[in-house]
């Protein structure tokens, strides 16, 4: 099973709402990763939590907060966006952040709408 | 660092082959992954090389890499009109904790 989960598939909120995006997967992985995804773009990094610890915050703004309760799940909570913050929210999970086979299985996202 | 180039389009008939190339820039030890992404869905891993291996076959999959040129390349044969989707390779440098690095992606079309 290579399964990721995410809740909501869509999501349309408005700029003073506080929501949460969900994760999940149960392959055993240690590393869970947040992507964002502009129409025709690339997936961008946002963030990596490895063995349940933040690893890597590529610069995103702190109106984007990350929670890893437990090894199987990852949260993303969103507070105050902009409308420039509609995307495609990707979650992946991988083995390990630094393993030397680093398949990173992604789940089907979340499409979310800032109003 | 790393940087990932790819061709945006490409357009096949139906049972011809389909061939996706993609140019890298990091000669360190890596690894180069090809994922596929429908519209509206997030991403599918289809396949990955290691950089000291010059060819792998899964099915109607190839994936040859020249590492004097930085070049991948992904093979579909026998395109489906089901393998219209936009194809991302990405490259996952082996030093420290660098991410994954992904190109612009190219959209294969796929016409009946």
């Known amino acids: 099973d290579t399964e990721v989960t995410q809740t909501p598939k869509h999501l349309v909120m408005g700029m003073t709402n506080k929501k949460s995006l969900k994760c999940e997967q149960h392959?055993?992985?240690?590393?869970m990763y947040w992507y964002k995804q502009k129409a025709k773009k690339p997936p961008e990094l946002m963030f990596v939590?490895?063995?349940?610890?933040?690893?890597i915050n590529e610069s995103v703004p702190s109106r984007f907060s990350p929670e890893c309760p437990n090894s199987s799940l990852l949260n993303l909570h969103l507070h105050a966006l902009q409308p420039e913050d509609s995307a495609l929210y990707l979650c992946?999970?991988?083995?390990?952040?630094?393993?030397?086979?680093?398949?990173?299985?992604f789940g089907p996202g979340t499409r979310l709408t800032v109003t | 660092g790393e940087d990932v180039e790819q061709s945006l389009f490409l357009s096949v008939r139906e049972g011809d082959s389909s061939v996706i190339n993609c140019t890298y820039t990091?000669?360190?030890?890596?690894?180069l992954y090809w994922y596929k992404q429908e519209p509206g869905a997030g991403l599918q891993l289809l396949t990955y090389?290691?950089?000291?291996?010059d060819m792998k076959q899964d099915q109607r999959l190839t994936v040859l890499l020249n590492k004097k040129d930085k070049h991948l390349s992904l093979r579909i044969a026998d395109t489906q009109t089901g393998d219209s989707a936009i194809y991302f390779c990405?490259?996952?440098?082996?030093?420290?904790?660098?991410?994954?690095?992904f190109g612009k992606g190219t959209r294969l079309s796929v016409i009946a």
């Open positions: 990091d000669s360190s030890s890596t690894y």
């Open positions: 090389i290691f950089s000291n291996m």
């Open positions: 392959m055993g992985h240690r590393a």
């Open positions: 990405a490259e996952k440098v082996l030093r420290g904790n660098t991410p994954l690095v």
């Open positions: 992946a999970s991988s083995q390990d952040s630094q393993a030397s086979s680093y398949e990173q299985y």
């Open positions: 939590y490895s063995y349940e610890k933040l690893s």
